[in-house]
Structures are given as C-alpha cells and as structure tokens.
C-alpha cells in the first residue's frame, strides 16, 4: 500500500519478493512491514523483505509491526522472524486490536479476527482519501463487521465458496453477510483457497454483489486500487521488463499508468 511517500507492505507470503520485482516496485523504499499473523501465506517472505528495508541489514531503518505470535511465539505458532531480522527495522511493535499505529499520514488500526492464530489481527488503515479496512484471516462474528465499519473498500480473507464453509475462514456466503452490514463503496475478495479459484471467483463475486448491492470483485494477481479523494479506480499492474534487472528500480508513478 502507498500514501504519497509512505509505503506499507501488509503479509509478505511466499513469492512476494518476485511479485514485488515483476510488479517493479522497490522494496528498499518500504516504510513499514505488517504481518496479521503467523500463518506461512501470510509472513513466508518477511525476512526477506526485512534485509531490503533495511539495505541488507545495514540501515536501521523502517517498521516492524506484527502479531504476538509471529514475533515471540504463542502456543506452538512462530516465532516466524529470527531476533537477528527482528533486531534490524528502527522500530518493532505488536500488532494489538484497538492499539494504532500511526505512519506518517496513515492511521493503522488492528482489529479483531477470529482465527486459527488467536493473536492475529485483521486492519483498518484511515487515510486522507478514505479509510481501507481489511478482515485479515477470520470467521464471520458480529463483532467483526463493528471492527470494519464505514469503510470505503472492504478487503475480505475468502477461503471458501458456496456450499463449502470451513472454521476459522470466510466463506462466499460469509463475505455476502459482512459487505451487506458494512456497505463499503467497494468490496475486493481475496485469500482464495483451491475450491474458490476451482469455483470461478468472478462467479463467486458476482453472486456477493448481486446479494449485498455492494460493488464486489476478486482480486487479480497484480491489482492496482488508487483510492484519492473518495474516489476509486481498479487497474492492471503493468509488468514490463520484469527479467532486465537493468530496468529496477523504478517509481510507482510508472506503474500505474
Ligand atoms: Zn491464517
Ligand atoms: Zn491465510
């Protein structure tokens, strides 16, 4: 995510340095690396992209904020970052529902999910131009849509589609209920399992809009959302040049064209 010059990487999972590269986005340029929780979709590349924010483990420099679990371990889960990576960033945080975080214009604010990893947090990011709300991994509980509400674009972890809820996840089903409570502008389901992306995730959209009245769309591989002023537009992140390391890095303004 990036707000002007602030640039926060939310759950590096597995390939999110190749994706950042084919993306062309420069993660020696990252502000702050947040990790919801200690599952390996969610933290797989955080050490990685720790040496790149700080320029090799050279730089104190950058943001670390993530759940209990990933930084000191809890109940059999993590620590997923070594205390060499962890000594690195210029400050460390665990990530809290109801305890912000405050990034130069960005107001992050954890909240509550109701997951495998009791510690893991979901986020609502305020910005000047909107507020940006994002489950994080978790089932449907009232108290979830009272963590999300009035945002402008509700990001939802779907694991599941119709017919086929498990524990600890949002199903089809689910992510209608929430977007219909919520009432964001925009509703982007990502997070899919192999069911979903076997049961056609623009139908599985498709269906959620058409129950919630809320504009709803799966997320792509390289989706770009520029939220300014209210306003928001959905584009395709261009890869160009991905194997010319000649051509990286670059600015963001290049890639959204
Ligand atoms: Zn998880
Ligand atoms: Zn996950």
Not at 152 to 164: E, G, H, Y
Not at 171 to 176: I, L, M, V
Not at 188 to 209: C, M, R, Y
């Amino acid at each position: 995510m990036y707000s002007n010059a602030t640039r926060v990487h939310m759950d590096p999972g597995p390939g999110a340095l190749i994706r950042l590269r084919e993306a062309r986005i420069d993660p020696t340029k990252t502000n702050a690396l947040i990790i919801t929780h200690c599952h390996p979709d969610h933290y797989n590349d955080a050490e990685v992209l720790i040496e790149a924010m700080t320029h090799g483990c050279k730089k104190k420099r950058g943001i670390l904020a993530a759940s209990e679990s990933v930084l000191n371990g809890h109940e059999g889960l993590g620590p997923a970052i070594s205390k060499y990576h962890a000594s690195k960033p210029l400050d460390v945080r665990v990530l809290k529902p109801e305890m912000p975080l405050k990034i130069d214009n960005l107001q992050l604010i954890p909240t509550k999910t109701f997951h495998s990893d009791p510690t893991g947090v979901g986020m609502r990011i305020k910005s000047d131009d909107g507020i940006i709300s994002m489950t994080g991994d978790t089932s449907l509980k009232e108290e979830v849509y009272k963590e999300h509400k009035d945002a402008f674009i509700l990001v939802l972890s779907v694991t599941r589609p119709l017919q086929s809820r498990i524990p600890y996840h949002l199903s089809t089903e689910d992510a209608a209920s929430l977007i219909e409570m919520v009432k964001p502008k925009l509703a982007v389901l990502t997070h899919f399992g192999v069911k979903f992306i076997a049961s056609n995730p623009d139908v599985q959209a498709n269906w959620v809009e058409k129950q919630s009245g809320v504009r709803t769309i799966s997320a792509w591989d390289g989706m770009t959302i520029c939220l300014k002023s209210s306003e928001y537009t959905v584009q395709k992140c261009i890869s160009r040049d991905f194997a010319d390391p000649r051509k990286f890095p670059t600015d963001l303004d290049d890639i959204i064209a």
